[in-house]
């Protein structure tokens, strides 16, 4: 009896391991993670690592496809290389992405994404006050988000690089010409709704 029962809840488990969702079921996705991000066309800045945390909603066309939204707050930026300057430029992006199902619980995902600047300050090292430079910052940006995710027991890694479309900077203010380049990896659980 206690093989028979040890057997039904492996046999359990290892079904709900890899959920497979199907057509017209709609979840709900709390996650929160880490972003690396950095402007391109600049030699001297690194990336600036931040917060990235919102939910993601997701419904399935088919058990293979679907279509997911999201509302994230994302910390993106810069840090110069040879001065201790840090460009803090933060988001509320809003994600929209189609995932295909390769494998279970394996997806991969590309799509849109606005992003709307909520803050911008230039942090100038230790000892020094922070600049307010929202002004010459353009309020709307716009990438395009690639990348994949697994799930497993309803936890799911996600892992994507957002790849900007749209200048930061206004460039009657700042002479910069550059874009948003930003990886981020997040943890969530997965809730299914209906």
């Known amino acids: 009896m206690k093989k028979f029962i040890l057997a039904a809840v492996i046999m359990l488990a290892s079904t709900s391991a890899f959920a497979q969702h199907s057509a017209g079921s709609f979840t709900i996705q709390p996650r929160i993670g880490f972003s690396a991000a950095d402007f391109n066309n600049t030699d001297d800045t690194k990336a600036r690592v931040g917060l990235v945390v919102g939910p993601e909603f997701e419904y399935y066309l088919t058990n293979k496809f679907s279509i997911a939204g999201a509302l994230l707050y994302s910390q993106q930026g810069a840090e110069q290389d040879k001065v201790d300057v840090t460009y803090k430029l933060d988001y ?14 394996l997806a991969l995902k590309a799509g849109l994404q606005p992003g709307f600047n909520v803050n911008a300050k230039i942090d100038a090292g230790k000892g020094t006050e922070q600049g307010n430079f929202e002004d010459a910052v353009k309020k709307f940006d716009l990438s395009i988000p690639v990348g994949l995710s697994y799930e497993f027991y309803n936890f799911v890694l996600d892992a994507r690089y957002n790849l900007g479309l749209t200048k930061i900077f206004d460039e009657d203010k700042i002479n910069l010409d550059s874009k948003n380049l930003t990886f981020q990896l997040t943890l969530g659980y997965k809730f299914t709704l209906f």
């Open 92 to 105: 509320i992006n809003v994600p929209i992405v189609a995932n295909f199902y390769v494998l279970k619980g």
